[in-house]
């Protein structure tokens, strides 16, 4: 079965600190990776998306992605973060019709 | 930029009581989805439908569910008679294509918090 696995469960960092957050999936056909983020109280909003080409892909608020298909990773980065981006992180591939998402990383930044 | 909205956003109910859960995806999108997520756990696909029904389901979605597009702009999900575990946060997804592909994205409503006592 498909199955996506986000390494960090909870991550603590200093405003302008960089991130760095892990996604895994376990499909080896064709898929699209995506980074959702849910900020406290608001909907699942779509930060990134890779469909096929360049594997770096960049997305809103500065954040960035790269797919690695050898090592079936999509990991999230952010250069330098700020308290805003206080939320939680959901990686998800889409193989077929639906998405199939990690269990989400709570991202706490300190001012 | 086009929503999709979720109506009511905190639903509370008694144990054995039916629920219906109301969305109005995007107005072109052609595939819609129903997804939860237990307080604390992570988001999981209940199910997908297209043209008028269901084209995936996951092993949640039992008798006890439902999905109708009653007219041209909602899309409801019916828990018949609902039990403690399935208080969740219930999304509502639709997407202008289906499968893989550059207009496959999900967009979510904002949720409908279930609260089942």
């Known amino acids: 079965a498909q199955s996506v696995s986000q390494h960090n469960h909870h991550v603590i960092l200093s405003e302008a600190a960089s991130l760095e957050l892990g996604c895994n999936y376990s499909?080896?056909?064709?898929?699209?990776l995506f980074w959702y983020v849910q900020y406290p109280g608001q909907h699942l909003q779509l930060l990134l998306k890779?469909?096929?080409?360049?594997?770096l892909v960049k997305g809103i608020k500065g954040f960035e992605a790269e797919f690695i298909k050898s090592k079936f990773s999509f990991n999230l980065r952010k250069p330098s973060v700020q308290w805003s981006d206080t939320a939680e992180y959901f990686c998800?591939?889409?193989?077929?019709?639906?998405?199939?998402f990690g269990q989400g990383t709570t991202l706490q930044v300190k001012p | 930029e086009p929503e999709v909205t979720q109506t009511p956003s905190h639903q509370v109910t008694q144990m054995g009581q039916e629920v219906i859960l109301r969305c109005v995806p995007i107005?072109?999108?052609?595939?819609f989805y129903w997804y939860r997520q237990i307080l604390g756990q992570k988001v999981e696909f209940l199910v997908s439908?297209?043209?008028?029904?269901?084209?995936?389901k996951s092993e949640i979605f039992d008798d006890q569910f439902s999905v109708e597009r009653p007219d041209g702009s909602n899309f409801t999900l019916k828990i018949r008679s609902t039990k403690l575990e399935d208080s969740a946060m219930y999304f509502c997804?639709?997407?202008?294509?289906?499968?893989?592909?550059?207009?496959?994205?999900?967009?979510f409503g904002n949720g409908t918090r279930l609260t089942v006592t």
């Open positions: 890779y469909f096929s080409g360049d594997p």
């Open positions: 998800a591939v889409k193989s077929t019709g639906k998405l199939i």
């Open positions: 499909y080896g056909g064709t898929v699209n």
């Open positions: 107005s072109n999108h052609l595939y």
């Open positions: 997804a639709s997407s202008e294509l289906g499968g893989t592909g550059r207009n496959s994205p999900l967009h």
């Open positions: 439908f297209y043209n008028n029904e269901i084209s995936e």
